[in-house]
């Protein structure tokens, strides 16, 4: 079984590939010559992850997932979500970001937020959903160089330690993308 994971991350497509069973060949968007960038402009997650998905297997006519992610915290009613990315401007800075987020929780004593990963897949025409969450807390400063985005300023629950300080493989096990992807591993491991 071929299927497209529509990202240009090689992070992200390493990290699915070790959870795969070896008889799916996971291809990324290079590997199909599709170089361009899929311009993600619904306003939720779910829509987001879906125009991914839909693009690749309408112009390419392959099975495909993709995946979009947002930190939501409650006290800002849920953003930056699904704006993570650009939430202080287009340079798509996560220093900037994280800057922006703490002061806008200054000296807001509910600093809840969780991050949420939504999977869209399409599978021999039928399109399935998979989401992952964490939960956790927005931190008084960044702590831990470790990870990426908004890594060291998250707190997850039952951790006294960030993300941007927890070790990867810890990280991985507990996270959003993680468990939405350990969701979709088990989908694709029964249709095998
Ligand atoms: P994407 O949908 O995976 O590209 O994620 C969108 C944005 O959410 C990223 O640019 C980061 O700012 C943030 N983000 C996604 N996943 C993580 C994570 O695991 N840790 C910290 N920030 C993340």
Not at 28 to 48: A, M, Q, R, V, Y
Not at 167 to 173: A, S
């Amino acid at each position: 079984m071929k299927i497209v994971f529509a990202t240009h991350n090689p992070n992200k497509l390493k990290e699915v590939k070790e959870l795969l069973p070896s008889n799916i060949i996971l291809l990324s968007l290079d590997d199909i010559g599709c170089f361009e960038e899929i311009p993600e402009t619904g306003k939720t997650l779910e829509e987001n992850a879906k125009i991914k998905a839909d693009h690749i297997t309408k112009q390419y006519g392959l099975d495909c997932f993709s995946d979009d992610t947002g930190l939501l915290i409650d006290a800002l009613d849920g953003a930056p979500g699904v704006y993570s990315a650009r939430y202080a401007g287009p340079k798509k800075n996560a220093s900037d970001n994280m800057a922006k987020v703490l002061k806008k929780l200054d000296g807001i004593q509910n600093r809840s937020a969780h991050f949420k990963t939504v999977i869209h897949l399409n599978l021999a025409g039928e399109a399935h959903s998979f989401k992952g969450v964490v939960e956790g807390t927005i931190t008084e400063k960044a702590i831990g160089t470790g990870g990426f985005g908004y890594d060291p300023i998250f707190k997850p629950e039952g951790f006294s330690k960030t993300f941007g300080e927890l070790p990867l493989d810890i990280k991985n096990e507990i996270s959003h993308r993680g468990r939405a992807i350990q969701k979709l591993v088990s989908f694709l491991e029964k249709r095998m």
